[in-house]
């Protein structure tokens, strides 16, 4: 099949929902594909599901154009840190931490992340009038473009640009702000996925509203207070309280009610006496999935006459099992000796192979533990402020207010199943970088093999209110324009150069990525690229320019972003590989190296593309044709699919 997209300027989440309805109601869509609203409400009226025009709910000058922002083109490319990444500790890390306006960064991240993150932890703005929250927005719509998107009136649509270019730090400011983020990070959890919400109570009746509009009242779990620390007197009067506490919600994603309708019990196709269950891999995987990454979890394992297993070498066995060669190395298993002793009856053993029993209940029944108190006491700011001036001594108070990076593990230890999955753990407000510190500290106090994956605007630190910061970054880490990013950065390097001298051996590094604008002038239009229609030059794109467009493409086409595409040889034409996917980026292909593009795909069983993906201002119209038929040609004679994508 030939297609042509528009994918670099149209990055944008995927709207599940109409999918959902075409799934489950597709008579309510017309031939054109068109959803049929009427049909749609009769065949609710007939289960007798009551239509009333009143509802509970909230509302605010900009939701529209916030909503218009959750499903807008992203405006930027993601750009690799080579450079950084290429680093012996960082080039196998599967840790993140990208910088950018977090709003894009969601957007980038969605192709590939789709449901797949565990736990989401964020501390966003209080705006407390004083913290410096001001609502900015760089989309220049005008007021009949956004008339159209939003579907609004041209009154409304005036107000709320006005509105917007204000600098407002409004509840409506903020609410604008804070609605796209969050409606993205929902699509990005799992379903048993949590996400987790610092606020005090300048936004909290604000964001209770919209938190249950987005994720359902019904997946509310708790609105815990924090005590921050023992209050201040001294800038306040007699009459007034002292404020100890700030908050922090919990909500799950899905509940298990609606969980086992939408899965149901194929996907966990055995059942004992505990419940229904699905097999797990019991052999560890990932960047320290070898025997010297944790000593303590390679051992042989005894299975006896009867198909018992056990570590003790002293009983009657049939067999001795070890874990597989990973790299030419020894592999290791995910649960330490005595673990195994403790919960091996959770284990399936057949065929020689050991395997985890991963229950319904177990990682559904309301996602996390029971908390003993909906109240985190022992978490103050102090110890975060203790914490991070320990690790930037001599220098002090670098960063302002940072979480204690106790209560994050806390949070993380909340988690079911937190030590045996390779759970990937999002903050998108990454501030000093307590999250990414909370999940390295933690790896290495239970085994744990987590990934984080840090999200932090360049802010630029100010000059005069943060001196020690403003001077560290421009002095001692050789930044011209110091800014907030620079700090994270430098912590999670601090911390993982601790973790490293106390002997610990896991995933210490991080990759670097960043958002940059979409090239100036791009924005080509037409079906085919001829010379007298070329508008934009591509011949200005630098070779860091293509790996940039590259990255983006494989993150939007389901790749993540730690993973390298491989590089493949097309008889002299320079290929990029990975998830199925192939792209061609560069000019100069021709006739023989699609002659030796087929033969590949015939004769090497790990090359086999289900999409070819060239960057069209690269081709000419007649090369892309010539591609496109004999793609066509050569797929129906195999009776196999591959698409021939053309992007712009």
């Excluded at 017309?30 to 049929?36: A, E, L, P, S």
């Excluded at 993380?412 to 390295?440: H, P, Q, Y």
């Excluded at 110091?482 to 912590?491: H, L, M, N, S, V």
């Amino acid at each position: 099949m030939n297609k042509n997209q528009r994918t670099t300027t149209n990055i944008k989440l995927n709207n599940t929902n109409i999918e959902i309805l075409k799934n489950n109601f597709p008579q309510c869509f017309d031939k054109n594909g068109d959803f049929q609203i009427e049909k749609f409400q009769n065949e609710l009226k007939d289960n007798e599901i009551n239509f009333s025009k009143e509802s509970y709910g909230i509302d605010w000058l900009g939701k529209s154009y916030s909503r218009l922002l959750a499903s807008d083109e992203a405006t930027t490319l993601l750009k690799e840190d080579k450079e950084f990444n290429q680093k012996p500790e960082n080039i196998n890390s599967e840790n993140l931490l990208i910088k950018g306006d977090n709003l894009e960064v969601l957007k980038h991240l969605v192709g590939a992340y789709y449901e797949k993150i565990k736990m989401i932890y964020i501390d966003p703005p209080y705006n407390t009038g004083t913290d410096g929250f001001v609502y900015n927005d760089d989309r220049k719509f005008t007021v009949n473009q956004l008339k159209e998107l939003a579907g609004i009136d041209e009154d409304k649509a005036k107000r709320i640009l006005e509105f917007i270019q204000s600098n407002s730090n409004s509840h409506s400011a903020w609410l604008t702000f804070m609605y796209p983020r969050l409606y993205i990070a929902k699509q990005l959890l799992k379903d048993d996925g949590v996400i987790f919400i610092s606020i005090d109570d300048n936004e909290v009746a604000q964001l209770r509203l919209i938190m249950d509009e987005i994720f359902g009242e019904e997946n509310f779990i708790a609105l815990a207070p924090r005590k921050t620390g023992a209050g201040s007197a001294a800038t306040r009067s007699d009459s007034e309280l002292r404020k100890l506490n700030d908050f922090v919600f919990i909500y799950q994603k899905v509940k298990l009610e609606f969980q086992q309708k939408i899965m149901g019990e194929k996907s966990f196709p055995y059942k004992d006496e505990i419940g229904i269950y699905y097999l797990a891999q019991f052999q560890a995987s990932g960047s320290d999935a070898k025997r010297s990454d944790r000593p303590n979890m390679y051992y042989p394992i005894y299975v006896t006459d009867n198909d018992q297993l056990s570590t003790i070498p002293t009983l009657l066995y049939k067999k001795i099992i070890t874990p597989e060669k990973v790299k030419g190395e020894d592999g290791r298993w995910l649960w330490r000796p005595e673990k195994f002793e403790k919960d091996k009856h959770l284990l399936h053993y057949e065929n020689g192979k050991i395997s985890r029993k991963i229950y319904f209940n177990e990682i559904n029944d309301n996602t996390i533990y029971q908390v003993e108190k909906a109240w985190f006491e022992n978490y103050s700011n102090a110890s975060g402020t203790k914490y991070l001036n320990l690790l930037f001594s001599p220098l002090k108070d670098v960063f302002s207010n940072p979480k204690p990076i106790d209560l994050i593990i806390h949070l993380i230890k909340l988690l079911k199943n937190s030590i045996e999955e390779e759970d990937i753990i999002l903050d998108f407000f990454a501030g000093s970088g307590t999250t990414g510190d909370a999940v390295m500290q933690l790896n290495k106090e239970d085994g744990g093999n987590r990934k984080f994956i840090l999200v932090q605007l360049p802010e630029e630190i100010d000059k005069v209110k943060n001196k020690v910061a403003y001077d560290f970054v421009k002095n001692e880490l050789g930044v011209e324009t110091p800014t907030i990013f620079e700090i994270t950065k430098e912590r999670l390097i601090r911390a993982a150069k601790r973790l490293k001298e106390d002997g610990y051996k896991g995933d210490l590094g991080f990759k670097i990525f960043e958002t940059m604008p979409i090239w100036e002038d791009y924005n080509f239009e037409a079906d085919e690229l001829n010379k007298e229609l070329n508008l934009f030059d591509d011949e200005k794109l630098t070779a860091d320019d293509i790996n940039a467009l590259l990255t983006t493409w494989k993150t939007y086409d389901g790749v993540s972003l730690t993973k390298n595409l491989e590089e493949i040889d097309l008889g002299g034409y320079l290929s990029y590989y990975g998830n199925g996917k192939l792209y061609l980026m560069s000019e100069g292909f021709n006739t023989d190296n699609l002659k030796f593009m087929l033969e590949k795909i015939d004769n090497d069983k790990n090359f086999n593309p289900t999409s070819i993906i060239v960057f069209g201002y690269k081709f000419e119209s007649k090369n892309l044709r010539e591609i496109a038929e004999n793609i066509k040609a050569y797929s129906n004679k195999k009776n196999i699919d591959i698409d021939f994508i053309t992007r712009y």
